[in-house]
């Protein structure tokens, strides 16, 4: 079976904070990609990232970073310098051949301004 | 058009009556998903489509969820006899035939169902 598990369920930081959402996935393929989507209050799901099961180069975009680690079966997402305009809701999710998606619970953030 | 398509962006239904949700997927995404969200909850799977392969339905919660795909386009999500635990975000997501995991996923902005 999969799981995904987003383990902070809202996290509030004051603007220009950095901030670090965790990701922890359970599967017992050997393929698999994860993905990182952000919703907005608008309500639309926004690709942000994908990884597959082989690439553990850690990746930046931005202010965005992620650190994935297989050894700990974790995909982290870190916003530097947060911004009002990220508070949304950030969702870790994990497919392997042949499934549909499976995502985690989903974090709030909330960035203060 | 260039996104994922759905209508009614809104929906307020009286208990017991029947709605249809609709999904216009991106042209030429032969994989067509349904996932419902639940208030503060997390995405939950629903029916996936797949060309002309029998649809997986293995996450539709009851026999009163049905869906349907015509010409592998256009998809219509319907739900018989709403219940209030109905109510919830239903999102529709798409993606091409080709490689699918090393693409993202497309999904619409939702059908927003509110069940009185």
């Known amino acids: 079976a999969q799981k995904v598990t987003q383990a902070q369920t809202e996290i509030s930081v004051v603007e220009k904070e950095d901030v670090t959402l965790d990701c922890v996935y359970e599967?017992?393929?050997?393929?698999?990609?994860l993905f990182w989507y952000k919703q907005p209050p608008s309500g639309e799901l926004v690709f942000l990232i994908r990884r597959n099961s082989f690439d553990e180069q850690n990746e930046i975009s931005g202010r965005y970073s992620w650190n994935f680690q297989k050894s700990t079966s974790s995909f982290n997402f870190t916003i530097t310098a947060s911004q009002v305009v990220d508070s949304a809701v950030y969702f870790c999710?994990?497919?392997?051949?042949?499934?549909?998606?499976?995502f985690g619970p989903g974090t709030r953030l909330s960035v203060l301004p | 058009g260039a996104g994922v398509s759905q209508s009614p962006s809104n929906k307020v239904t009286e208990k017991g009556k029947d709605v249809e949700l609709r999904c216009d997927p991106i042209s030429g995404h032969t994989a067509l998903y349904w996932y419902r969200q639940s208030l503060g909850q997390g995405l939950e799977f629903l029916i996936y489509?797949?060309?002309?392969?029998?649809?997986?339905k293995s996450g539709l919660p009851s026999d009163r969820f049905s869906a349907e795909r015509t010409g592998g386009s256009v998809s219509t999500l319907t739900i018989q006899r709403t219940q209030q635990e109905d109510s919830a975000v239903y999102l529709c997501?798409?993606?091409?035939?080709?490689?699918?995991?090393?693409?993202?996923?497309?999904f619409g902005s939702g059908t927003r169902l509110t069940v009185v």
């Open positions: 599967t017992r393929d050997t393929t698999y990609y």
């Open positions: 999710a994990l497919i392997n051949y042949g499934q549909n998606f499976v």
């Open positions: 489509f797949q060309g002309n392969s029998a649809p997986d």
């Open positions: 997501a798409s993606r091409p035939a080709d490689s699918p995991l090393r693409n993202g996923y497309t």
